[in-house]
């Protein structure tokens, strides 16, 4: 291990540097993307759930940075800068671009803005975990690029990223069918009211999902130059992925939630101390998956 005098800190400065740059903008362009001024939101009006939405945003971009922040030994310092910052710029807007993807589609017949400025705190759960899915993802698939950049495996990893966010959105969707389906009354009615504990559940979910997502990317042998079948055989892995998580969480809930119906407890009687277990149980599992596969 290297003594700290023996540190290349023009390297550490330009990162250092860069992840300042960086982390500010998307404090700022939190304000910007919405129409408001962050400043007011946060330190005159104490808005609760717009912080939180925006530290979902903040943690999803410190994701994306760290993918690529190993240094590569071909590149001059000011290389390694630039790259840094564009793929931190390419970081960002595909975190916006995955925020409109689940306003449109996900979450289509609610208001994001009314509500999260409104104060509703389950619409900021629900924002933060959409933002931290996404960039869970975008730190995989640019882990991959970083290391060998080409033309090829631009397509070929953007396809898996689009492709990604239609599971995510489907996951998402699905949650919600289930919910309304059990005659809770519709979900995003119940996000609309600020059901915290709904909010939480489907958290825990969508970023369980997520991390096997990101974590089957290493998994396909096919040369990024054939597009087509490295995604197909991407997607074979994160559906077996997907459904084991369902039955590890499945099993582990039947002896954590003994006695409890978590269901019934998120639904009816907005049990938040429930749903952060369920969603603990879900990650964890994840987390659990993620090592086995690595």
């Given at each position: 291990?290297?003594?700290?005098?023996?540190?290349?800190?023009?390297?550490?400065?330009?990162e250092?540097?860069?992840?300042?740059?960086?982390?500010?903008?998307?404090?700022?362009?939190?304000?910007?993307?919405?129409?408001?001024?962050s400043?007011?939101?946060?330190?005159?009006?104490?808005?609760?759930?717009?912080?939180?939405?925006?530290?979902?945003?903040?943690?999803?971009?410190?994701?994306?940075?760290?993918?690529?922040?190993?240094?590569?030994?071909?590149?001059?310092?000011?290389?390694?800068?630039?790259?840094?910052v564009?793929?931190?710029?390419?970081?960002?807007?595909?975190?916006?671009?995955?925020?409109?993807?689940?306003?449109?589609?996900?979450?289509?017949?609610?208001?994001?803005k009314?509500?999260?400025?409104?104060?509703?705190?389950?619409?900021a759960?629900?924002?933060?975990?959409?933002?931290?899915?996404?960039?869970?993802?975008?730190?995989?698939?640019?882990?991959?690029?970083?290391?060998?950049?080409s033309?090829?495996g631009?397509?070929?990893?953007?396809?898996?990223?689009?492709?990604?966010?239609?599971?995510?959105?489907?996951?998402?969707?699905?949650?919600?069918?289930?919910?309304?389906?059990?005659?809770?009354?519709?979900?995003?009615?119940?996000?609309?009211?600020?059901?915290?504990?709904?909010?939480?559940?489907?958290?825990?979910?969508?970023?369980?999902?997520?991390?096997?997502?990101?974590?089957?990317?290493?998994?396909?042998?096919a040369?990024?130059?054939?597009?087509?079948?490295?995604?197909?055989?991407?997607?074979?892995?994160?559906?077996?992925?997907?459904?084991?998580?369902?039955?590890?969480?499945?099993?582990l809930?039947?002896?954590?939630?003994?006695?409890?119906?978590?269901?019934?407890?998120?639904?009816?009687?907005?049990n938040?101390?429930?749903?952060?277990?369920?969603?603990?149980?879900?990650?964890?599992?994840?987390?659990?998956?993620?090592?086995?596969?690595?």
């Open positions: 291990m290297a003594e700290w005098w023996q540190w290349d800190w023009i390297h550490l400065a330009l250092v540097g860069g992840s300042l740059l960086l982390l500010t903008l998307l404090r700022f362009s939190q304000g910007w993307w919405e129409g408001v001024s400043q007011t939101e946060l330190a005159e009006r104490d808005n609760v759930a717009f912080g939180i939405s925006t530290a979902g945003s903040l943690l999803a971009m410190a994701l994306v940075i760290s993918s690529v922040m190993p240094r590569q030994g071909n590149l001059s310092y000011l290389e390694q800068g630039l790259n840094l564009m793929f931190g710029l390419v970081g960002l807007l595909l975190i916006r671009v995955s925020l409109w993807v689940n306003d449109r589609f996900a979450i289509d017949r609610i208001d994001k009314q509500h999260i400025l409104s104060g509703n705190v389950a619409m759960l629900t924002d933060a975990s959409a933002a931290l899915s996404a960039a869970i993802i975008i730190r995989a698939l640019l882990e991959k690029l970083h290391r060998d950049p033309l090829m631009t397509v070929s990893y953007g396809l898996i990223y689009l492709a990604s966010l239609a599971i995510l959105t489907g996951i998402s969707r699905w949650i919600q069918y289930l919910h309304d389906r059990k005659g809770y009354g519709p979900f995003q009615q119940a996000i609309e009211q600020d059901q915290r504990s709904v909010a939480l559940s489907h958290t825990g979910v969508v970023i369980a999902a997520a991390l096997i997502l990101a974590a089957t990317v290493a998994l396909p042998e040369p990024v130059d054939e597009p087509l079948t490295l995604v197909w055989s991407w997607f074979g892995f994160s559906v077996g992925g997907l459904l084991l998580l369902t039955l590890w969480q499945k099993l809930s039947a002896w954590v939630m003994v006695k409890i119906n978590p269901d019934k407890e998120i639904a009816l009687q907005d938040s101390g429930v749903a952060a277990l369920e969603a603990a149980q879900w990650v964890g599992v994840a987390l659990l998956l993620c090592a086995m596969i690595d």
